[in-house]
């Protein structure tokens, strides 16, 4: 899948316009919920969903292949959401988690389920934006701490630095939350 999606870079760089529309297939979910992750306004979003392959689509030539298509779309994306939060003049991203199909089902089983997914969506908005970006590729996008590395522009050290310190913050509120004794 990954050499077709290099393919379609290539294609892209020639003009193809037919695959573009086919690597936005391949990525617009998780480009999307990962944006969201980070902004917490869908219009947004998906505004800046648009102009992630609008830059694909002009910058498709430079693409050299030294990393993977979704590093790179990511990377694209991670840069566009960092430009949207320096005109906001913000330094915290988000104040919420994408929902993903997990936590979907999941609620669906029941009100102990649902309650399990606000409290870590709730844990999620006390996290600085390093770690909730670390933790949201990794564990949703299901990334490497090479590939986040990469995407950040940070040493990957740095990176399993944020994971670490993040799953320890994560455990320490959702701890808190499931015994009653936080009130956010």
Same mark, same amino acid.
């Given at each position: 899948?990954?050499?077709?999606?290099?393919?379609?870079?290539?294609?892209?760089?020639?003009?193809?316009?037919? +695959?573009? +529309?086919?690597?936005?297939?391949?990525?617009?979910?998780?480009?999307?919920? /990962?944006?969201?992750?980070?902004?917490?306004?869908?219009?947004?979003?998906?505004?800046?969903?648009?102009?992630? /392959?609008?830059?694909?689509? &002009?910058?498709?030539?430079? /693409?050299?292949? #030294?990393?993977?298509?979704?590093?790179?779309?990511?990377?694209?994306?991670? #840069?566009?959401? =960092?430009?949207?939060?320096?005109?906001?003049?913000?330094?915290? %991203?988000?104040?919420?988690?994408?929902?993903?199909?997990?936590?979907?089902?999941?609620?669906?089983?029941?009100?102990?389920?649902?309650?399990?997914?606000?409290?870590?969506?709730?844990?999620?908005?006390? %996290? !600085?934006?390093?770690?909730?970006?670390?933790? !949201?590729?990794? /564990?949703?996008?299901?990334?490497?701490?090479?590939? =986040?590395?990469?995407?950040?522009?940070?040493?990957?050290?740095? =990176?399993?630095?944020?994971?670490?310190?993040?799953?320890? %913050?994560?455990?320490?509120?959702?701890?808190?939350?499931?015994?009653? &004794?936080?009130?956010?």
């Amino acid at each position: 899948m990954s050499e077709n999606h290099h393919f379609l870079v290539q294609q892209i760089a020639g003009g193809d316009k037919q +695959a573009l +529309a086919a690597l936005y297939r391949a990525y617009e979910r998780p480009v999307y919920k /990962f944006i969201c992750s980070r902004l917490n306004d869908p219009h947004e979003a998906a505004d800046i969903l648009h102009e992630v /392959f609008m830059d694909i689509w &002009r910058v498709a030539a430079s /693409f050299e292949g #030294r990393s993977q298509v979704r590093t790179w779309i990511f990377g694209i994306a991670y #840069r566009k959401v =960092i430009d949207a939060h320096r005109k906001r003049g913000r330094v915290t %991203l988000t104040d919420e988690v994408p929902e993903t199909g997990d936590v979907a089902d999941a609620a669906d089983a029941g009100y102990a389920a649902q309650q399990e997914a606000e409290h870590l969506r709730v844990c999620m908005t006390t %996290l !600085s934006d390093e770690h909730r970006s670390a933790i !949201s590729l990794a /564990f949703y996008e299901d990334m490497t701490c090479a590939e =986040i590395a990469e995407i950040a522009g940070v040493p990957e050290g740095t =990176i399993k630095s944020r994971l670490h310190h993040a799953k320890k %913050l994560l455990l320490h509120c959702l701890s808190g939350r499931l015994k009653g &004794r936080a009130v956010a």
